[in-house]
């Protein structure tokens, strides 16, 4: 394994900006069991400082130079096996920088069934192919004619014998398929069909009926959309090479040809170039565009796993409201609405459900309960879903807050993506097995608005709805994904050991979901914990587990001050030196950390802490347990508009970011439908990426471009000049598509694509037809 560190290391370092010793230091750690969020904070003298973001891809990159290794190794012992390992080839293996290199390398000898070469050998026809390469002036088919036999007819039966030898030989070998793989990857161009019969049972993929665009400039939200098309049968998709090249032989025939030294008048270079055309259109045309197809679909999928991580991530870190008592509504038109009121600390205290819409329309005795809710638990906010009956519920609750006089509750409309999930699931049927399921979504929505990452946690992260074609990707993949965002968020804004669920717990760094329940089984049993060291007493909790997950768990007022902040216990030595120089007590310098500023961090340093460390544990006893998620602040939905057919271009209107893609961003504006904010329309400058101005869970203000009441879409601007983003200033007709690359790189791109509508409706019409995932 050290010889594996040591070997990987330079590789990994390259890629994620570090030196080898770093990545070697990381690796080790991952190795011994430790978690990137463990490393990150509390192991930086060990990696030289590597955050998080370069530990993730560090170990996504240690898993595949491993199975890289693991695979050049078997093939060595293959073709060791086979008597056919030259030093030659060993060293060639060794060389290979990826999967798909090592298997062209491995081609000719890997184990295959009986293919047409072998047979044409069996058949004495190699040494006739053999006999055209070498001499090119001989007629190959009197050549063939010296190989009749019984299993060889005629010598036309010979010469196809003697071209699938060929042509195997051709298409095995490793270095001219990889200049080919590589000539397809520049040249290549996507083509989407519409099935015959297709257009209307397709309707939502009409923008690529006649499309076709370059292979390497396919953004991941159009590649997703045509495999799905494909994947309905609305579509074909094709790759083409070369479609418009008029010259009688293709570029990527005339590149097989001169890695074998064909070409000429001379009868066996006639009969080789039709070889090479043949082996091209039968052989080598279908295995690439077959590994492009794949590459594309892989390329497609990080980039969509990416924006759906960094929503998630968003969505987790959201302001939290805080301890305050909160009311819950799951809006409903004929099953009522749902009601749940739970405390400060999320404790469910009461549950009802009202119908003040049709078909009972009790709206005053709904009003009625609900007042009596608020006055009885002093509820301080009201959380309502945004699912259907939403600003009906919103408009109820309005109208019931404007006749209760001061201090009144604060009403605010919560995503409830995944609540439905939540209520269906073991975890909620175990936190309240007597509810009605109907009533826990209620539950669910008062809770994420007093802290989000708590109650989202105990979601699949996949339901939550915040990604881009999320079932059409590698499921295991997103998980995996998926997974290290909740983990570094969890482990990002720290836990409450007295408070905290199982599933939040599980994802503390070191813990899983068996230790997250043993701890809240103890908990019950002997009460709130006092010490962080108590943590020792949990049943299967061992010494290396305390020290992965100490640190992240917070105990507050408990018999250790320091245990209700993020200094890990194993340097509580150096903290209480620090506190000793400031010459105060500990809970009094934990309350006012303004001394602090005068000590020189250096001081502290020791042969185990050094720099880093000391200086983390300076900042954090001038703010202890400080939660780096934003301050809490709510949309306020303009009073009369609630349905798309309310809006009016040129409105200015206020609204919350429920989802970031790569064409821009949509906004939950109060009216049951999604606007899009088109990257062209994000800022008064050319923006890239939409994640540089926004991101999930902003409160942003907007003006109404479009409304498309018929299709349900709604264009809108955060522009503030009023004119359109996406011709950036002094780059003439540079003016970028919705993947943003410049309109004139995409007409080289696209050169059979038919014209397309300009301006925000056409962008506002594709990026509305992706979302439909």
Same mark, same amino acid.
């Given at each position: 394994?050290?010889?594996?560190?040591?070997?990987?290391?330079?590789?990994?370092?390259?890629?994620?900006?570090?030196?080898?010793?770093?990545?070697?230091?990381?690796?080790?750690?991952?190795?011994?069991?430790?978690?990137?969020?463990?490393?990150?904070?509390?192991?930086?003298?060990?990696?030289?400082?590597?955050?998080?973001?370069?530990?993730?891809?560090?170990?996504?990159?240690?898993?595949?130079?491993?199975?890289?290794?693991?695979?050049?190794?078997?093939?060595?012992?293959?073709?060791?096996?086979?008597?056919?390992?030259?030093?030659?080839?060993?060293?060639?293996?060794?060389?290979?920088?990826?999967?798909?290199?090592?298997?062209?390398?491995?081609?000719?000898?890997?184990?295959?069934?009986?293919?047409?070469?072998?047979?044409?050998?069996?058949?004495?026809?190699?040494?006739?192919?053999?006999?055209?390469?070498?001499?090119?002036?001989?007629?190959?088919?009197?050549?063939?004619?010296?190989?009749?036999?019984?299993?060889?007819?005629?010598?036309?039966?010979?010469?196809?014998?003697?071209?699938?030898?060929?042509?195997?030989?051709?298409?095995?070998?490793? !270095?001219?398929?990889?200049?080919?793989?590589?000539?397809?990857?520049?040249?290549?161009?996507?083509?989407?069909?519409?099935?015959?019969?297709?257009?209307?049972?397709?309707?939502?993929?009409?923008?690529?009926?006649?499309?076709?665009?370059?292979?390497?400039?396919?953004?991941?939200?159009?590649?997703?959309?045509?495999?799905?098309?494909?994947?309905? #049968?609305?579509?074909?998709?094709?790759?083409?090479?070369?479609?418009? #090249?008029?010259?009688?032989?293709?570029?990527?025939?005339?590149?097989?040809?001169?890695?074998?030294?064909?070409?000429?008048?001379?009868?066996?270079?006639?009969?080789?170039?039709?070889?090479?055309?043949?082996?091209?259109?039968?052989?080598?045309?279908?295995?690439?565009?077959?590994?492009?197809?794949?590459?594309?679909?892989?390329?497609?999928?990080?980039?969509?796993?990416?924006?759906?991580?960094?929503?998630?991530?968003?969505?987790?870190?959201?302001?939290?409201?805080?301890?305050?008592?909160?009311?819950?509504?799951?809006?409903?038109?004929?099953?009522?609405?749902?009601?749940?009121?739970?405390?400060?600390?999320?404790?469910?205290?009461?549950?009802?459900?009202?119908?003040?819409?049709?078909?009972?329309?009790?709206?005053?005795?709904?009003?009625?309960?609900?007042?009596?809710?608020?006055?009885?638990?002093?509820?301080?906010?009201?959380?309502?879903?945004?699912?259907?009956?939403?600003?009906?519920?919103?408009?109820?609750?309005?109208?019931?807050?404007?006749?209760?006089?001061?201090?009144?509750?604060?009403?605010?409309?919560?995503?409830?993506?995944?609540?439905?999930?939540?209520?269906?699931?073991?975890?909620?049927?175990?936190?309240?097995?007597?509810?009605?399921?109907?009533?826990?979504?209620?539950?669910?929505?008062?809770?994420?608005?007093?802290?989000?990452?708590?109650?989202?946690?105990?979601?699949?992260?996949?339901?939550?709805?915040?990604?881009?074609?999320?079932?059409?990707?590698?499921?295991?993949?997103?998980?995996?994904?998926?997974?290290?965002?909740?983990?570094?968020?969890?482990?990002?804004?720290?836990?409450?050991?007295?408070?905290?669920?199982?599933?939040?717990?599980?994802?503390?760094?070191?813990?899983?979901?068996?230790?997250?329940?043993?701890?809240?089984?103890?908990?019950?049993?002997?009460?709130?914990?006092?010490?962080?060291?108590?943590?020792?007493?949990?049943?299967?909790?061992?010494?290396?587990?305390?020290?992965?997950?100490?640190?992240?768990?917070?105990?507050?007022?408990?018999?250790?001050?320091?245990?209700?902040?993020?200094?890990?216990?194993?340097?509580?030595?150096?903290?209480?030196?620090?506190?000793?120089?400031?010459?105060? #007590?500990?809970?009094?310098?934990?309350?006012?950390?303004?001394?602090?500023?005068?000590?020189?961090?250096?001081?502290?340093?020791?042969?185990?802490?050094?720099?880093?460390?000391?200086?983390?544990?300076?900042? !954090?006893?001038?703010?202890?347990?400080? #939660?780096?998620?934003?301050?809490?602040?709510?949309?306020?939905?303009?009073?009369?508009?609630?349905?798309?057919?309310?809006?009016?271009?040129?409105?200015?209107?206020?609204?919350?970011?429920?989802?970031?893609?790569?064409?821009?961003?949509?906004?939950?504006?109060?009216?049951?439908?999604?606007?899009?904010?088109?990257?062209?329309?994000?800022?008064?400058?050319?923006?890239?990426?939409?994640?540089?101005?926004?991101?999930?869970?902003?409160?942003?203000?907007?003006?109404?471009?479009?409304?498309?009441?018929?299709?349900?879409?709604?264009?809108?601007?955060?522009?503030?000049?009023?004119?359109?983003?996406?011709?950036?200033?002094?780059?003439?007709?540079?003016?970028?598509?919705?993947?943003?690359?410049?309109?004139?790189?995409?007409?080289?791109?696209?050169?059979?694509?038919?014209?397309?509508?300009?301006?925000?409706?056409?962008?506002?019409?594709?990026?509305?037809?992706?979302?439909?995932?």
């Amino acid at each position: 394994m050290a010889k594996d560190i040591k070997d990987l290391a330079p590789r990994i370092a390259e890629e994620i900006g570090a030196k080898p010793h770093q990545a070697q230091a990381a690796i080790a750690l991952l190795d011994e069991g430790a978690t990137v969020p463990f490393i990150a904070r509390y192991r930086k003298e060990v990696t030289g400082g590597l955050d998080d973001t370069q530990l993730r891809l560090l170990a996504e990159r240690l898993v595949y130079l491993r199975e890289l290794e693991a695979r050049r190794e078997a093939i060595l012992n293959s073709i060791r096996e086979q008597g056919k390992l030259t030093p030659e080839l060993e060293a060639g293996i060794a060389a290979a920088p990826t999967k798909a290199e090592l298997e062209d390398i491995y081609l000719p000898y890997k184990p295959k069934r009986r293919t047409k070469a072998e047979i044409a050998r069996e058949r004495g026809l190699g040494p006739l192919a053999e006999a055209i390469l070498a001499d090119r002036a001989a007629v190959p088919a009197d050549l063939a004619a010296g190989y009749v036999s019984d299993e060889v007819p005629d010598a036309k039966a010979a010469l196809e014998g003697a071209r699938d030898i060929l042509a195997e030989q051709f298409a095995e070998n490793a !270095e001219l398929v990889g200049r080919l793989r590589g000539y397809m990857k520049e040249r290549a161009v996507l083509r989407a069909r519409v099935l015959d019969g297709k257009q209307e049972a397709g309707a939502k993929f009409s923008d690529y009926f006649d499309h076709s665009e370059r292979w390497a400039g396919v953004p991941s939200h159009r590649a997703l959309a045509m495999l799905r098309g494909r994947n309905e #049968d609305v579509l074909s998709l094709d790759l083409e090479v070369d479609a418009d #090249d008029p010259s009688p032989v293709k570029p990527a025939v005339r590149m097989i040809a001169a890695a074998f030294g064909i070409g000429g008048t001379a009868p066996g270079n006639v009969w080789l170039m039709e070889v090479a055309g043949w082996t091209w259109r039968v052989k080598l045309s279908l295995h690439l565009s077959l590994d492009l197809m794949r590459d594309l679909r892989e390329r497609a999928d990080e980039e969509a796993i990416n924006v759906f991580a960094r929503n998630l991530k968003d969505l987790l870190l959201a302001a939290p409201a805080g301890s305050r008592a909160t009311m819950g509504l799951d809006p409903g038109i004929r099953t009522g609405v749902k009601v749940a009121i739970v405390d400060g600390t999320g404790k469910l205290l009461a549950t009802t459900t009202v119908y003040p819409f049709p078909p009972k329309n009790d709206v005053r005795g709904a009003q009625a309960e609900l007042a009596a809710l608020i006055r009885r638990h002093d509820v301080e906010l009201v959380a309502i879903g945004n699912g259907t009956g939403s600003r009906e519920t919103e408009r109820l609750v309005a109208d019931l807050l404007g006749d209760m006089p001061a201090p009144k509750p604060l009403k605010v409309i919560v995503s409830e993506a995944g609540a439905s999930v939540y209520s269906a699931s073991e975890t909620a049927a175990a936190e309240f097995p007597s509810l009605d399921v109907s009533l826990r979504g209620a539950v669910s929505i008062a809770r994420r608005l007093q802290d989000p990452l708590a109650e989202l946690v105990k979601i699949e992260p996949k339901s939550i709805g915040v990604g881009q074609y999320q079932h059409d990707v590698d499921q295991y993949r997103l998980a995996r994904s998926l997974d290290a965002v909740v983990e570094d968020a969890v482990n990002a804004v720290g836990v409450d050991l007295n408070t905290a669920s199982a599933p939040l717990l599980s994802r503390v760094s070191g813990l899983g979901a068996s230790l997250a329940e043993a701890i809240v089984a103890h908990r019950d049993t002997n009460g709130p914990f006092r010490s962080r060291e108590q943590l020792l007493d949990v049943a299967r909790l061992g010494q290396r587990t305390f020290e992965q997950s100490a640190g992240f768990l917070r105990i507050r007022d408990g018999d250790e001050p320091l245990d209700a902040s993020s200094v890990h216990p194993e340097a509580y030595g150096v903290a209480r030196k620090i506190i000793q120089a400031c010459g105060r #007590d500990v809970r009094a310098l934990m309350a006012d950390g303004a001394s602090l500023k005068a000590l020189d961090p250096r001081v502290f340093v020791d042969e185990r802490f050094g720099l880093p460390t000391v200086r983390d544990i300076m900042a !954090e006893l001038e703010k202890p347990g400080r #939660d780096p998620r934003p301050a809490f602040k709510t949309a306020m939905f303009a009073d009369g508009i609630d349905d798309i057919k309310d809006l009016k271009p040129g409105m200015l209107l206020e609204g919350t970011v429920t989802n970031v893609a790569a064409f821009g961003a949509f906004v939950d504006i109060g009216v049951h439908q999604d606007g899009l904010v088109h990257v062209s329309q994000l800022a008064d400058r050319f923006v890239k990426d939409p994640h540089e101005v926004v991101k999930a869970g902003d409160v942003v203000k907007v003006r109404v471009v479009e409304v498309d009441v018929k299709r349900k879409r709604i264009g809108l601007s955060m522009r503030k000049d009023g004119r359109d983003a996406s011709r950036p200033a002094g780059r003439g007709g540079d003016r970028p598509s919705p993947d943003g690359r410049p309109r004139d790189q995409d007409r080289r791109d696209k050169p059979k694509a038919p014209p397309q509508q300009g301006g925000l409706g056409a962008a506002l019409a594709e990026a509305m037809n992706r979302r439909k995932t």
